[in-house]
């Protein structure tokens, strides 16, 4: 999902580099950036402390770079979000800007909660089917809720697809209730 905020600086970002593979680059390292912050959550605090100087959050933020072996057109978008405050944003931009990207490839992304764990050949299966029917690749995050007793609920973009065993019971309590 786009935020608001995140949009702005994402598609900015996204045009500044060109081409699609230097896209798909800045995106892992932006990952690594934003796994990082999430490790050491010293960073995050000292980039939304404003009372620490700007010189000092760039020093810090070279240095993480380096260590992350960061590109420049990353170490430039770092600057530009320390300079406006936004460098706790991260993870907003971060998504907002893998969304975009998926776009431009035909990618859609799906989120796939399952009443049990799927294994490699089913997850392979379902996402086979999504694609068929999103007529897209997709890009698959799954995850697992008992609560659903059976099957799957998949969400791509705004489509919903459950055949749940939850699901199809509160369709037919539905059903019996609204009557003929």
Known sequence: MITKLGRPYAEAYLKSLGSIGAAEDALLQL??????MTAVPALARMAANPAIPLAVKQATMTEVSDALGLGQSVRRL???LLENYRLVRLGEIVNAFEDLLNRK??????QVVSATELD????QALQQRLEKVADSKIEMDVSVDPDLLGGFVATVGSRRFDTSVKG?????AKALADGP
Do not use: H
């Open 31 to 36: 990952r690594s950036l934003e796994s990082a």
């Open 78 to 80: 770092i600057e530009l």
């Open 105 to 110: 490839l035909g990618v859609s992304r799906a």
């Open 120 to 123: 490699r050949d089913q997850q």
């Open 168 to 172: 199809q019971m509160e369709r037919m």
